[in-house]
């Protein structure tokens, strides 16, 4: 696959662009609603669809599915994100408002984040073809972990992470709005929406780790991997905001997941022995999330929304407005210059 470099500036200056209309739409800290998340869902769906049409048209049918194979796997897969991330907010009490501005940089750190390991990932499989082995054997045994532990729940309150960034970096319990920093008797120390940023970077990170190999069971293009990954990732906030309250609803999702990284780690194995087509890769990836997701759906038929429920990290709480003002009044204020000794 041939791509010049100006299709690589352009694919890079159109996601700053759709980051910077979302943070710009979002710019001010609000609770946002089911409506408004389903309605930049089906922005972000669109727009990885319409790129894969564009792939389809540059450079072939080949190409086209493996992008759409690829971006399958990766929103797939993030779904399962999306569902930790409603419980370490819940953990937290982070209020809905500030959510967004959590995930925005979480999205944005993925993003860079993912980029490296796709590089790395494309640089050894060139070098040392053996790896894919490798990665095929992880997802395997990755995806029958995770059959075995689809009941296990997440408990952001165990985290080693948690414990090292509250060992080493000061913290109050106090959120005051989207600061992230706040100076306290001349102190500078974080917020709660600091250690939840650097738990849901983690938790991505961690996330990384599956669905960057799982990509590369389908397609080896560097480009396709990344673009497929951006676009899933891109329309990864709106899909909390769509999805947070309905967690006790996707019952057999994670056992749908499983079966997906077994699926592509069998077809990584098989390379060199036998080729399976895109198509059918496509087509049995799409079959067990749709049969997944339909059944989890019939299966909890009537039950409505409801907020997620974990066990609490700490004794959190939002900072009054009288709070908030002596906070904005101490940062106004600026130092008194020494006046030296009185002149004689």
């Given at each position: 696959?041939?791509?010049?470099?100006?299709?690589?500036?352009?694919?890079?200056?159109?996601?700053?662009?759709?980051l910077a209309i979302?943070?710009?739409?979002?710019?001010?800290?609000?609770?946002?609603?089911?409506?408004?998340?389903?309605?930049?869902?089906?922005?972000?769906?669109?727009?990885?669809?319409?790129?894969?049409?564009?792939?389809?048209?540059?450079?072939?049918?080949?190409?086209?599915?493996?992008?759409?194979?690829?971006?399958?796997?990766?929103?797939?897969?993030?779904?399962?994100?999306?569902?930790?991330?409603?419980?370490?907010?819940?953990?937290?009490?982070?209020?809905?408002?500030?959510?967004?501005?959590?995930?925005?940089?979480?999205?944005?750190?993925?993003?860079?984040?993912?980029?490296?390991?796709?590089?790395?990932?494309?640089?050894?499989?060139?070098?040392?073809s053996w790896i894919?082995?490798?990665?095929?054997?992880?997802?395997?045994?990755?995806?029958?972990?995770?059959?075995?532990?689809?009941?296990?729940?997440?408990?952001?309150?165990?985290?080693?992470?948690?414990?090292?960034?509250?060992?080493?970096?000061?913290?109050?319990?106090?959120?005051?709005?989207?600061?992230?920093?706040?100076?306290?008797?001349?102190?500078?120390?974080?917020?709660?929406?600091?250690?939840?940023?650097?738990?849901?970077?983690?938790?991505?990170?961690?996330?990384?780790?599956?669905?960057?190999?799982?990509?590369?069971?389908?397609?080896?293009?560097?480009?396709?991997?990344?673009?497929?990954?951006?676009?899933?990732?891109?329309?990864?906030?709106?899909?909390?905001?769509?999805?947070?309250?309905?967690?006790?609803?996707?019952?057999?999702?994670?056992?749908?997941?499983a079966f997906v990284?077994?699926?592509?780690?069998?077809?990584?194995?098989?390379?060199?022995?036998?080729?399976?087509?895109?198509?059918?890769?496509?087509?049995?990836?799409?079959?067990?999330?749709?049969?997944?997701?339909?059944?989890?759906?019939?299966?909890?038929?009537?039950?409505?929304?409801?907020?997620?429920?974990?066990?609490?990290?700490?004794?959190?709480?939002?900072?009054?407005?009288?709070?908030?003002?002596?906070?904005?009044?101490?940062?106004?204020?600026?130092?008194?210059?020494?006046?030296?000794?009185?002149?004689?």
């Amino acid at each position: 696959m041939d791509v010049p470099l100006y299709a690589w500036l352009a694919v890079l200056g159109a996601i700053v662009a759709m980051l910077a209309i979302d943070l710009f739409a979002h710019r001010r800290a609000h609770v946002i609603g089911v409506r408004e998340a389903l309605a930049w869902s089906i922005v972000w769906v669109l727009s990885g669809i319409s790129f894969g049409i564009v792939v389809w048209n540059m450079w072939g049918a080949e190409y086209g599915q493996q992008y759409f194979a690829g971006y399958l796997i990766e929103k797939s897969l993030a779904v399962d994100n999306v569902f930790i991330w409603a419980i370490i907010f819940a953990a937290f009490a982070v209020p809905r408002e500030l959510q967004h501005r959590v995930l925005f940089l979480g999205v944005l750190g993925a993003l860079i984040f993912r980029g490296i390991f796709i590089a790395a990932g494309a640089a050894l499989i060139q070098n040392f073809s053996w790896i894919l082995y490798v990665f095929a054997a992880f997802l395997i045994l990755t995806g029958i972990q995770l059959l075995r532990t689809r009941n296990e729940h997440v408990h952001p309150e165990r985290s080693v992470v948690l414990r090292l960034f509250r060992r080493f970096v000061p913290m109050t319990d106090v959120y005051y709005g989207q600061r992230f920093l706040v100076r306290k008797a001349g102190v500078l120390v974080a917020t709660p929406l600091l250690a939840v940023l650097v738990l849901v970077e983690v938790t991505d990170i961690v996330f990384a780790v599956d669905s960057i190999p799982a990509i590369f069971a389908v397609t080896s293009e560097p480009f396709l991997v990344f673009t497929a990954n951006a676009f899933a990732i891109l329309g990864l906030r709106a899909m909390y905001f769509l999805l947070a309250d309905l967690i006790h609803r996707f019952i057999y999702l994670k056992i749908g997941l499983a079966f997906v990284l077994v699926w592509v780690g069998i077809k990584m194995a098989l390379l060199d022995v036998f080729y399976i087509p895109t198509t059918v890769s496509l087509a049995v990836v799409a079959l067990i999330i749709t049969v997944s997701i339909g059944a989890s759906l019939i299966a909890t038929r009537g039950q409505g929304r409801r907020p997620v429920e974990a066990t609490a990290a700490g004794s959190f709480r939002v900072a009054t407005e009288e709070e908030i003002a002596e906070l904005e009044s101490v940062g106004r204020r600026k130092p008194r210059a020494s006046s030296g000794s009185p002149r004689s």
